[in-house]
């Protein structure tokens, strides 16, 4: 069974840093792409960030526009784990983070297959 | 950059059938993905390319995609579909792959 379990939200001020952890099990890590997709209380749902998978030593990542700089992706194979590294962070990064697991379909499509269970930041102002 | 535009709302009476739209500039030949997401729990892939269901979900949910309206219906509606359902795409134009979500549905079951 797949389990995404994050971890690391909290309460920070403005400008300060924040790491989320995603501690995944339940299938072969290494192998797939993943990311976060991040939820504003009472609003819809934004993508945050995705890293490429396949085990190779180079990984690339993308960001939303809104985060870019001052978020960044990262994973350890080797544990399994996913992070994100949150700095600079605004009042408007208040929301449940959720880690996903990504499908890529060779006719040109994607999508997030698993989702973790969220872990709340809040950025006060 | 996209735009996916949903209906705030849908009321539905229990045994009819609902109907989400997802307007979008441009979809062209991108594929659309779907998610259910109830009160307090993650989201759910219901529908994804368009009209797929992953293992697990219900015949009740299917999907179309036609022009730049994609359209998730939900037949014989029951309490328990009562979520926000969000659409979904992909694009990966210009080396920058990036994805996108519609502004999302809630459905009230009356």
Redesign the interface.
């Known amino acids: 069974e797949v389990q995404l379990l994050e971890s690391g939200g909290g309460l920070v001020q403005s400008g300060g840093s924040l790491r989320l952890s995603c501690a995944a099990s339940g299938f072969t890590f290494r192998s797939y792409a993943m990311g976060w997709v991040r939820q504003a209380p009472g609003k819809g749902l934004e993508w945050v960030s995705g890293i490429s998978g396949g085990g190779s030593s180079t990984n690339y990542a993308d960001y939303a526009d809104s985060v870019k700089g001052r978020f960044t992706i990262s994973r350890d194979n080797f544990k399994n784990t996913l992070y994100l590294q949150m700095d600079s962070l605004r009042a408007e990064d208040t929301a449940v983070y959720y880690c996903v697991s990504v499908y890529y379909h060779n006719s040109g499509y994607s999508l997030f297959d698993y989702w973790g269970q969220g872990t709340l930041v809040t950025v006060s102002s | 950059s996209y735009v996916l535009t949903q209906p705030p709302s849908v009321s539905v009476a229990p045994g009819q059938t609902a109907k989400i739209t997802c307007g979008g500039n441009n979809f062209g030949?991108?594929?659309i993905?779907w998610?259910q997401?109830k009160p307090g729990?993650?989201?759910?892939?219901v529908v994804?390319?368009d009209s797929d269901r992953?293992s697990g979900i219900p015949e009740r949910f299917s999907g179309s995609n036609s022009g730049n309206t994609a359209t998730l219906t939900i037949s014989r509606v029951e309490a328990g579909d009562e979520a926000d359902y969000?659409c979904?795409v992909?694009d990966?134009s210009n080396d920058?792959?990036?994805?996108?979500?519609?502004?999302?549905t809630k459905v009230t079951v009356l």
Not at chain 2, 96 to 104: D, E, K, N, P
């Open positions: 030949s991108k594929s993905h998610y997401q729990q993650a989201p759910l892939l994804y390319a992953p969000y979904q992909w990966n920058h792959a990036f994805y996108v979500f519609g502004t999302g």
